[in-house]
């Protein structure tokens, strides 16, 4: 493979990169926003701060350094997860 179609290579993947996140974040937001329609969260936190808390949690990036990198179990990971999300947005 040449040079250039490396690099236009890498530019779109780069650009679906950037889309995926994009649209986790959107999802994320909608979950915070609806969260925050039925009740006050921990610490003040807004849908801003929940979502990105939620992104976090559950972004690939964080599953694949328990799940991938540290051996956890898939579902030792969804347990953590949803503890975690509990433990930091709900009162």
Request: no cysteine; proline share 3%.
């Amino acid at each position: 493979m040449s040079t250039r179609r490396r690099r236009a290579a890498r530019r779109a993947l780069a650009e679906l990169w950037r889309l995926n996140r994009e649209q986790r974040h959107t999802v994320q937001l909608r979950f915070a926003e609806a969260l925050v329609a039925k009740t006050a969260l921990r610490d003040g936190h807004d849908a801003a701060s929940a979502t990105d808390i939620a992104v976090t949690v559950l972004g690939p990036e964080t599953y694949g350094l328990l799940v991938t990198g540290r051996g956890w179990t898939p579902d030792r990971w969804e347990r953590w997860a949803a503890d975690a999300l509990v433990r930091q947005l709900l009162p």
